[in-house]
Each structure stands twice: as structure tokens, then as C-alpha cells.
């Protein structure tokens, strides 16, 4: 039986800690609206100043950066009530245990769709059209020759197909997307959309990913990372793509057995891969590097979501789930386990 942590519904400001820097607008809504402590220095909480700093506080406004584990929960303050996410994903966060410890937990899903899905079509023509090796060539003097037919020939991505795992809000405005380029579209989901969209998209579904793999020159991953999509896209499974097929990921470096891809590559199993998440925390593979260095891959720094409107966005919800929980409403965007969720 989980006892959920209530708010206290007092006259005071809600004192909240926000982990990494936010737009400046954010920010100062946050400090008209709360007792808010920022972190001007931006730089990610370890464990231990993390449950220090969050002494005393209401609210934790976490992001991606910060792990929020089973036993940093055991640690979090008895005062703190709500785990407001600044994101879409939510994976750096427990949810279990999260509940277990009757803990809220929030998140900012929709404000980023629409930007997310732009870099990933971004990403889909960049490697095919030498975008990232073209742009490196003026600036290095004397070292356009000039047109000639034969300059910079890339591939064209019209009359490709398109395997998009993952038909979720981000899965399918990429879809949208991607059909205006000419793009046929294949998909495997975990659970298959009305026929309506199946009919709108023009898209064919796959019951299993196995199925669709071996039929697609171009896998976009838009499925969050949890314990069944980790590494879904497996050594096996990347053996089952054609040999000039590519890889896009804007969502988890999880979902995708990285060592595995970068042999693939090196190997021309597959013919490249544009990925704006990879592993990085202990240091960026350089085999990684130095396929992007010879343009065999595209590496954008996880910033598929990174407009100004975006983080503006997900700062109004953000605050918008504070104040609903404060003042003890179910938060709109409330995160449940799995089970719960479903049920
Ligand atoms: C965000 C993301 O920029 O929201 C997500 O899930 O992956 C990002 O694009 C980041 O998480 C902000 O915390």
C-alpha cells in the first residue's frame, strides 16, 4: 500500500530546486511563483549534493542529466513531494520506486514533437546528401574546385522506405513528415494505430520489428527507453538491415547496441547512421568519432529538441504541474509505473 506524499497546502511559496539552467523567462516565472533555487553554474548535481541542496524543498525540477535511482530516492528529503521532469523522457527516473516512496512524478511531453521530428528529417537528409562534409568544404580556403557534374554526388531520399519504431506522438510526426518527402513508410509499434492513420500515412505495419528490418533503407527510433527497448535495436536485428540501409536515432543511445553499429559500419554492413544521442558519460567511442570524421556518420550533440520555444514550452508546463500538484490537483502531465498507467 503506497502512501502518497500530499502537499501541504499552506500560504507559503512552494520552495522548489531546479538542477540545470533554464531559459531566463522560466526562470523568473519560477522565482515570481515559488521559492525557487536555480543552478547558475548549470552544471549536473552529483548524489550527494543533490539530496544536500534538496533539503527543506517541495518540488525537484529534474532533467536527463540527473539520475534519480532507487537509492537516491531512499535519500530524497521526507519535504519533498513532486519530481517535476523538464523533459519528454523520463528514463533517468526510477518510476517504481518513485511511486513506491509516494512520490509524484511529471513530465513535458508534446511541446517538443513538432521540433524533434524536424531534426530527425533533418538528420534523414543529412547523410544522404553529404550535408555535414559539404558545409566543411568553403570554409577551408582553396579547397572548392568549383561545379562540376560529378561534385558531391549524394543519394536521393524520395522513393526510399522508412521504418519508424515507435509510432507514438514523435513516431508519427516524423511519419507526417517523411510522407511529404516521398518517403514509404513502414512501422512497428507497440501497439498498431487506427486504420485511419495507417490509411492517412500510407504506412504498413509490422508485428515484429524482425519483420520490418530487412524491408527499410532508412530506421528512424522513436520509442522511449525502458527495460523492453533497451538495446532494441540489437546486434541480431542490425544484422537483419540491408547493407546500405542507415540508422537515424533523436530519442535514447540505449535503445540501440552501439558497439554493434559502429562495427557494422566499419564492417559496410550498413551504410551509416544520424544520430543526434550516443553514449557519452564515458567519453564518446572514437571509433564513433572518427566515422564522423570520414562522414560515414552524422553526430548532432542531443539537440533535437533544442529550440527556444521548446524549452519555453516545457518551462510552462513545468510550472503548470507545480501548481496543480500545490494546489492539490492531479497534475496534467503525471508519469504512473508502467502497470499503473495501463491500468
Ligand atoms: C530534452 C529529451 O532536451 O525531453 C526529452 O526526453 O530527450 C530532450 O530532447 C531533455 O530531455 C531535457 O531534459
Given at each position: 500500500m503506497v502512501t502518497e506524499r500530499h502537499p501541504?497546502?499552506?500560504?507559503t511559496r512552494p520552495k522548489i530546486l531546479v538542477t540545470r539552467r533554464l531559459p531566463e523567462a522560466v526562470e523568473q516565472r519560477m522565482a515570481t511563483l515559488f521559492e525557487a533555487r536555480f543552478n547558475p553554474a548549470d552544471a549536473p548535481y552529483s548524489a550527494d549534493a543533490l539530496v544536500a541542496a534538496l533539503?527543506?524543498?517541495?518540488v525537484l525540477v529534474s532533467?536527463?542529466?540527473?539520475?534519480?535511482?532507487v537509492d537516491l530516492i531512499s535519500r530524497l528529503?521526507?519535504?519533498?513531494?513532486?519530481?517535476?521532469?523538464?523533459?519528454?523522457?523520463?528514463?533517468?527516473?526510477?518510476i517504481e520506486a518513485a511511486y513506491a516512496a509516494g512520490l509524484t512524478v511529471t513530465n513535458t511531453p508534446s511541446v517538443l514533437t513538432e521540433d524533434t521530428a524536424d531534426m530527425a528529417m533533418l538528420l534523414m537528409l543529412a547523410l544522404p546528401r553529404r550535408l555535414v562534409e559539404g558545409a566543411a568544404v568553403?570554409?577551408?580556403?582553396?579547397s572548392w574546385p568549383g561545379w562540376s557534374p560529378t561534385w558531391m554526388l549524394g543519394r536521393r531520399l524520395r522513393g526510399k522506405t522508412l521504418g519508424i519504431v515507435g509510432m507514438g506522438r514523435i513516431g508519427s510526426a516524423v511519419a507526417a513528415r517523411a510522407k511529404t518527402f516521398g518517403l514509404t513508410l513502414h512501422y512497428f509499434s507497440r501497439n498498431r494505430r487506427p486504420p485511419a492513420l495507417e490509411e492517412k500515412l500510407d504506412a504498413t505495419y509490422h508485428e515484429t520489428l524482425e519483420d520490418m528490418l530487412g524491408a527499410v533503407d532508412i530506421l528512424s527510433l522513436h520509442t522511449p527507453l525502458t527495460r523492453d527497448t533497451?538495446?532494441?535495436?540489437s546486434r541480431a536485428r542490425l544484422r537483419?538491415?540491408?547493407?546500405?540501409a542507415a540508422v537515424v536515432n533523436?530519442?535514447?543511445?540505449?535503445?540501440?547496441d552501439e558497439d554493434a553499429l559502429i562495427e557494422a559500419i566499419e564492417g559496410q554492413r550498413l551504410s551509416g547512421a544520424a544520430l543526434?544521442?550516443?553514449?557519452?558519460?564515458?567519453?564518446?567511442?572514437p571509433r564513433l568519432l572518427e566515422l564522423a570524421r570520414t562522414h560515414r556518420v552524422v553526430l548532432t550533440?542531443?539537440?533535437?529538441?533544442?529550440?527556444l520555444e521548446a524549452r519555453l514550452e516545457m518551462g510552462d508546463i513545468v510550472i503548470v504541474n507545480i501548481r496543480a500538484f500545490v494546489d492539490g490537483h492531479q497534475p496534467p502531465h503525471r508519469v504512473l509505473p508502467e502497470t499503473r498507467a495501463r491500468a
Open positions: 501541504r497546502v499552506t500560504a533539503a527543506g524543498s517541495d532533467s536527463i542529466t540527473d539520475r534519480i535511482d528529503p521526507e519535504s519533498v513531494k513532486l519530481i517535476a521532469q523538464f523533459g519528454n523522457g523520463f528514463d533517468n527516473i526510477d568553403l570554409p577551408r580556403e582553396g533497451h538495446h532494441i535495436l537483419l538491415m540491408k547493407p546500405d533523436v530519442s535514447r543511445p540505449e535503445l540501440i543526434d544521442v550516443f553514449e557519452y558519460l564515458g567519453g564518446i567511442d550533440p542531443h539537440m533535437a529538441s533544442a529550440t
